[in-house]
């Protein structure tokens, strides 16, 4: 069966489940839904993030203002899509996913409210506007990060179709991406200035604060799709999650305040080891170069045994890449 054409879309802005090991899929007789492209599934996810609802008491109107100020200030939304594109290449319509795909863009955005806090980074603009604690206070902001984890964990476990088994494997797999073993076990490496030793502890570290809420995300469209994980999507989102934090690090040197959308040069400010610190920029570069061929070696496995368009993730794998070098 020839593959839908995937059209072309510009990208504006652990689990718990066992691996099996890679084997041939079933093709998918019926006909496939319409593949969509990058800029259809990022309209998909800010018309579902526009629909989630806080809802607060009398008198607590506020927090539910900042949470959906924080929700809805535009970014790349590549956590979800990534999502939605895993899930595409099964063949699977991307609306199953939305619920799961949401929740882990709000997890996402709650890393950010708290990246922003003064005990944190200080930040004093996100995504080219003032910070949440800026606007509304730490206490508001903080609290507006509480909402934000409670709201995702409801939309999987109310709103995600599918059987009660599969709701409980893709909440696993993201609160385990996003606990002490994953994304807040990685911000404690760096609030507390921890120096990694070598390459390997770096990427162990960058992991940690970027990769595995990415292979978490890519692993959810898997589930969603066939119910189980796959060792080549796994391996794409590794390597992707690594390129993602590489390029950072080079734009934070290299980048420009008035679309990096934080101050250029902050990690080195605060005394961060990034790849740029310990490689210089020619490494960090090369370095970027080999995770993207890696990531697109391992779309080759996986084109080769599904019946759904791939070319979303392979966008992403680019626009990763060439993020304003």
């Not at 770096?202 to 799709?225: D, F, H």
């Not at 080549?232 to 690090?249: C, E, K, T």
């Not at 061929?293 to 680019?318: K, N, V």
């Amino acid at each position: 069966m020839n593959k839908p054409p995937a059209g072309n879309g510009t990208l504006v802005s652990n689990g718990a489940a066992p691996s099996l090991r890679a084997q041939p899929l079933d093709r998918i007789e019926p006909r496939l839904p319409a593949a969509l492209s990058l800029e259809e599934m990022r309209e998909e996810v800010e018309r579902a993030l526009a629909e989630v609802e806080f809802p607060a008491p009398a008198g607590a109107e506020r927090l539910a203002e900042a949470a959906r100020y924080a929700l809805l200030g535009g970014g790349k939304r590549v956590r979800p899509i990534l999502a939605m594109a895993a899930a595409q290449a099964f063949g699977i319509p991307v609306r199953e996913v939305l619920p799961t795909a949401c929740a882990i863009e709000l997890i996402h955005t709650n890393s950010l409210i708290v990246d922003d806090l003064p005990a944190m980074d200080n930040h004093a603009k996100r995504r080219g506007r003032p910070t949440l604690h800026r606007l509304y206070g730490d206490d508001i902001a903080i609290l507006a990060g509480c909402a934000l984890l409670s709201e995702a964990q409801r939309l999987i476990l109310a709103d995600q179709p599918g059987p009660a088994e599969l709701r409980n494997r893709l909440l696993q797999a993201v609160l385990e991406a996003t606990g002490t073993a994953g994304m807040v076990g990685g911000q404690f490496l760096d609030v507390t200035k921890y120096r990694p030793h070598g390459r390997d502890d770096l990427e162990r570290l960058q992991m940690l604060k970027t990769g595995t809420l990415l292979v978490a995300s890519v692993r959810c469209g898997t589930l969603i799709a066939a119910n189980r994980t796959d060792p080549d999507f796994d391996s794409f989102a590794a390597s992707l999650g690594s390129l993602f934090q590489v390029v950072d690090d080079i734009l934070d040197e290299t980048g420009k305040a008035s679309w990096l959308g934080k101050i250029p040069g902050s990690d080195r400010l605060a005394g961060r080891m990034t790849h740029v610190t310990m490689f210089g920029l020619r490494g960090a570069r090369e370095t970027a170069r080999e995770l993207h061929e890696r990531s697109l070696e391992s779309l080759a496995e996986i084109d080769a045994r599904t019946p759904g368009s791939t070319q979303p993730l392979r966008e992403i794998a680019d626009l990763v890449y060439r993020r304003k070098q």
